[in-house]
């Protein structure tokens, strides 16, 4: 009898580390999967100036390159990126970011957005080897801009016109941007609901 008890006690311990690790298992294959389905699209932020006015103009010291001018007429069209050195998906993106900015450099500028201590940006500056791009310290910046949530970033053409803007959490959601200002679209959602012009009634 002890001995059957023994097993049954065994067996049951064999089943629960089973069924533990089977669950691990499945967490990560769900998260694996949620990163998978994030929207392709940036997700638009319908606070703060609209897409289609004119950008509100600030011109605000860098920690970096000296004032920077954001908004107005501009040689080039400007990606605003927001961020944090406390934001992890700011991180994962900044590789992307460093890319764009010398791969687009033809037709755009990038400007990192930030607030708070000063030295502690500026050694984030150094560990991500930003030195590159003009990174700026406004508070008055992201109130303007409604700013919630990061990653978030804001697009404006040469004319200092609003182009597109969203959450940002993949280098697609970078391109999404693009694509809304050459096509005239905000989001990849609105271009679905878009009428083809082929269309005939």
Known sequence: MNTLILFMLALLTVL?????VAFLALSRQVGVLFERITPVGAMI????????DLSPVFTVPSLNHGPVTLGGAQAKSTLVFFLSPTCPICKTLLPVVKNLHSAERAWLNIVLASDGDSEKQRAFIRQQQLEAIPYVLSQELGMAWRVAKLPFSVLINPQGVITSKGLINSREQFESLFNAQESGVESIQAYSRKPSLTAHP
């Open 16 to 20: 629960v580390i089973g069924l533990i």
């Open 45 to 52: 932020n319908d606070n703060g100036p609209a897409i289609g």
